[in-house]
């Protein structure tokens, strides 16, 4: 199961696509901006943990960037501020035709070790097991019947929760197989 953007509370499966209508409403319509890669060169991330070209690329997906706010206090975390980036696709509709939305949430400093500790509680809490990455060092998924909607990545101080806000069943089986090339993808 995945958290759902602004709300204070886990949903129950069926609930992704409320997620997607809401971030949808609320998160809708901002565009990256460039920033100076190393070496002077200028890359557009919006400030993300990941791009949308490397997303696509990990999906085979279309994604978009519409939103990324700064300081945005996790729903399950209040404490916790996050950088937050919401991810779109039409490539894969979901219920309602809706687009499939993915999340990150980057935290760093003192709020790694409450990140980490939601993300096992909320994964165990709901029937799945915390396993690690096949691909990535250090990163973690949740794995719940086979299904792989949410993981995280980063090292002691910078972390980075990736999950699919609205994937139904069809879809999170499908990108199962890829989530360890999203978390890859991560930077």
Request: with cysteine.
């Amino acid at each position: 199961m995945t958290r759902m953007p602004l709300a204070k509370s886990r949903p129950a499966a069926g609930a992704y696509v409320l997620g997607l209508a809401i971030a949808g409403v609320l998160l809708a319509g901002c565009r990256p901006h460039a920033e100076k890669a190393e070496g002077g060169d200028t890359k557009t991330t919006g400030g993300c943990s990941l791009t949308a070209e490397e997303l696509s690329k990990a999906t085979s997906l279309t994604w978009e960037l519409k939103e990324k706010r700064d300081d945005h206090p996790l729903e399950t975390l209040e404490t916790v501020k996050a950088s937050v980036c919401l991810y779109t696709t039409a490539d894969a509709p979901q219920a309602g035709s809706d687009p499939l939305v993915l999340r990150t949430d980057t935290v760093g400093g003192k709020d790694v070790a409450a990140v980490r500790q939601d993300f096992t509680d909320s994964c165990t809490g709901y029937d799945g097991k915390v396993r690690k990455s096949a691909a990535v060092d250090g990163a973690v998924v949740c794995d719940r019947g086979g299904a792989v909607v949410e993981g995280l990545v980063g090292v002691a101080d910078r972390l980075v929760s990736v999950y699919f806000v609205n994937a139904d069943k069809s879809t999170a089986t499908k990108l199962t197989k890829k989530f360890d090339a999203i978390l890859s993808a991560v930077g």
